[in-house]
């Protein structure tokens, strides 16, 4: 599987051969580098570690200093892990640009979800609300009874109630790679992702592609 670490930029639309106006998101993808490699034999399982961001190196803490001095990369400000299949075909301190995809491709979007504070059960859940009328004027965006009586005596866990909503990991599947520009190391995608503009995404090789 193939990977890159990424900041959104924000929406726009281009305009393909024929005319038709193509919402997409811009991605800012990489230059990322490979500052750790795991094997199955010594950690259980195959994958790579990407950086992303390149940072003065006053800004680093010195464990993060140092684990990035083993593979001679620059300092850099986020990092995370890729499985991949073939962990041969990496090397640690090896550089990863948005050439690795081509247009067309369909990829997996993670990123994390804007926050939106304490929300009810109608913004949260999509709860349809109490009936208007039968004289009642309170109970419109109400989540209603949320546990029997007696018999169990108690409210389940994981039962939908208003509560914190967004600023959680989420993942968009199959997107649409629309535009490289490998000279701005630019991404563009049909459609929307998540999160807010700058925040960190991980682009991968779509799973059910």
């Not at 670490?5 to 106006?21: H, P, R, S, V, Y």
């Not at 994390?112 to 059960?121: E, L, V």
């Not at 004027?137 to 989540?143: E, N, Q, Y």
């Not at 520009?181 to 999160?195: E, M, Q, R, S, T």
Request: glycine content about 14%; overall charge positive.
């Amino acid at each position: 599987m193939k990977g890159i670490l990424g900041k959104k930029l924000g929406m726009t639309q281009i305009f393909d051969e024929n005319g038709l106006a193509i919402p997409v998101t811009i991605i800012e993808a990489g230059p990322c580098y490979i500052t750790q490699k795991k094997t199955k034999e010594r950690d259980g399982y195959d994958a790579i570690q990407l950086g992303f961001a390149e940072v003065s190196e006053k800004s680093l803490k010195k464990p993060i200093a140092g684990h990035l001095k083993k593979t001679n990369t620059p300092p850099i400000k986020y990092m995370r892990e890729l499985q991949v299949t073939n962990p041969d075909d990496y090397q640690e301190g090896q550089k990863i640009d948005v050439s690795i995809f081509n247009v067309g491709d369909k990829v997996d979007i993670t990123g994390i979800s804007k926050g939106k504070g304490f929300a009810g059960t109608v913004k949260r859940h999509n709860f349809r609300g109490g009936p208007k009328t039968h004289g009642q004027s309170d109970r419109w965006r109400a989540p209603g009874s949320v546990g029997a009586g007696s018999t169990p005596g108690r409210v389940f866990k994981g039962v939908r109630m208003a509560g914190r909503m967004g600023n959680e990991q989420v993942t968009v599947q199959n997107l649409r790679i629309a535009l490289v520009d490998a000279a701005k190391n630019l991404l563009a995608v049909k459609g929307a992702i998540p999160g807010g503009k700058n925040g960190l995404i991980m682009i991968c090789e779509a799973v059910k592609g």
